[in-house]
């Protein structure tokens, strides 16, 4: 069952009190929301409304920025797409920090966060246009890709999961090749993870997928009724004289 945006079953009682008071604008909570996030990397949720709050106080609070917390944000956000999170944390980085979309003009000084950032924003433009090889190749490409999710436990296999909800809302079949490609899994990796993680069934070749309420094919039949009492006012104007 989806939560409400500003929900999170596993919030704990503090993070709350923090969140629905005046403290989620004290710069003293950036430590209490920074050991949070190190939580939900730990535990394998993510609690999207704390981390934006905890983005904001580091835009109103620029020495206060921790860039391994910011990175570690990230990182989680692409857990979830293809909902909005990554995009809506990469707003409210400071100015500072991002190492595109400038247009003052000004240079923006190139640090180890900035590169992070847009390697990040890279691989999550791979993965909300559903390029998913490309995505997995390019997490190969580069070992800093590594180190940047290092820190967020099962982050493969919970971008997989993405993948598969996404997979099994368009396809009802699908080649076990182009699927392999996109989960970057082969043999019985990919046996098992198709049965047990997702309920599929193979045939041969091909990944039979469950209809549900997305890929299943549904004749629409749309009628709209116009009574001829409508066009009165544009039968009327149409038989005035021009002035």
Not at 72 to 82: G, H
Not at 204 to 217: D, R, T
Request: charged share 25%.
């Amino acid at each position: 069952m989806p939560y409400a945006f500003d929900k999170c079953p596993e919030r704990p009682a503090n993070i709350e009190q923090i969140l629905n008071g005046l403290d989620r604008y004290n710069p003293e909570t950036t430590t209490v929301f920074q050991e949070y996030v190190n939580q939900q990397c730990e535990e394998k949720f993510f609690d999207c409304y704390s981390c934006l709050a905890l983005l904001k106080l580091y835009q109103f609070n620029p020495h206060l920025i921790h860039p391994e917390t910011i990175t570690n944000i990230l990182v989680k956000s692409l857990t979830i797409f293809p909902s909005p999170a990554f995009s809506l944390a990469l707003a409210l980085l400071p100015p500072s920090t991002i190492p595109f979309g400038n247009t003052s003009g000004a240079a923006i000084p190139t640090t180890e966060l900035t590169e992070s950032i847009q390697k990040l924003t890279r691989i999550s433009t791979l993965l909300e246009s559903a390029q998913y090889d490309v995505f997995w190749a390019t997490l190969d490409s580069d070992d800093v890709y590594a180190d940047l999710y290092s820190d967020v436990a099962g982050f493969e296999d919970l971008i997989r999961i993405r993948i598969a909800g996404e997979v099994g809302k368009t396809f009802r079949e699908i080649d076990m090749r182009v699927l392999s490609a996109w989960l970057d899994l082969r043999g019985e990796a990919l046996t098992k993870f198709a049965q047990t993680a997702c309920g599929w069934s193979m045939s041969g070749e091909k990944v039979k997928i469950p209809s549900n309420s997305e890929n299943e094919a549904r004749a629409e039949i749309k009628g709209e009724r116009v009574g001829v009492e409508q066009f009165g006012r544009v039968f009327r104007r149409g038989m005035e004289a021009p002035a």
